[in-house]
């Protein structure tokens, strides 16, 4: 296969697109992330939403769909050479998000979500960064 060059504006409706993708995988990563949270404090307060069969099979696929967009943000990320450090950045995220979790199940009060959307956020800016210096 011969390679050509792609013009400027080629290039930039290129970038356009890969940021795209990436934000959507960001959001749906986000989005389940949340679901999966929201099940780990159900299931240490004994407390679920419908009951523990339903929400455990909503939780497995969030935690699906969640795993399967890392897995194309990492794609992504290394497709286009780019550094690593947005999608552990997300990945922290989430860590912290469990963390927050498991450390105030009896609150009522729930900042694991502003958690998971600030990583995504700093992980969006980060990976324009990255994509827009190459």
Same mark, same amino acid.
């Given at each position: 296969?011969?390679?050509?060059?792609?013009?400027?504006?080629?290039?930039?409706?290129?970038?356009?697109?890969?940021l795209e993708r990436y934000t959507i995988a960001g959001?749906? &990563?986000?989005?389940? *992330?949340?679901?999966?949270?929201?099940?780990?404090?159900?299931?240490?307060?004994?407390?679920?939403?419908?009951?523990?069969?339903?929400?455990?099979?909503?939780?497995?696929?969030?935690?699906?769909?969640?795993?399967?967009?890392?897995?194309?943000?990492?794609?992504?990320?290394?497709?286009?050479?780019?550094?690593?450090?947005?999608?552990?950045? &997300?990945?922290? *995220?989430?860590?912290? *998000?469990?963390?927050?979790?498991?450390?105030?199940?009896?609150?009522?009060?729930?900042?694991?979500?502003?958690?998971l959307v600030v990583a995504l956020l700093t992980n969006?800016?980060?990976?324009?960064?990255?994509?827009?210096?190459?």
């Amino acid at each position: 296969m011969k390679k050509h060059k792609l013009t400027k504006k080629e290039l930039e409706t290129k970038k356009k697109e890969i940021l795209e993708r990436y934000t959507i995988a960001g959001l749906w &990563q986000t989005m389940c *992330g949340y679901i999966v949270l929201l099940f780990i404090k159900e299931l240490l307060t004994n407390n679920y939403l419908i009951s523990f069969s339903i929400d455990i099979l909503v939780a497995i696929v969030a935690f699906y769909i969640t795993i399967h967009n890392s897995i194309n943000q990492y794609k992504l990320i290394k497709t286009n050479c780019i550094s690593v450090k947005p999608f552990y950045f &997300q990945i922290f *995220g989430f860590i912290v *998000g469990l963390f927050i979790v498991i450390m105030t199940f009896k609150s009522p009060f729930d900042i694991s979500f502003a958690i998971l959307v600030v990583a995504l956020l700093t992980n969006k800016r980060m990976f324009e960064k990255e994509i827009n210096a190459n």
